[in-house]
């Protein structure tokens, strides 16, 4: 069965270390956050930051 991707999303895929995700998902767990809406907010931060410079 496929998986469902809610509407106005998009799935996105990426490697990163093991322990750094480890660590990721259980700061995220502490502050009850999801970690896609911490993904996003910190994608939105990046952006925010690098597009000034262009």
Known sequence: MAKKIPEG???LSV???KELK????VAC???DKSMGDVVNE???DWLAQNQQKS
Do not use: G, M, N, S
């Open 9 to 11: 999303k998009a799935e």
């Open 42 to 44: 910190l994608i939105e």
């Open 15 to 17: 490697y990163v270390d």
């Open 29 to 31: 767990t502490q502050q």
């Open 22 to 25: 480890l660590r990721f998902k």
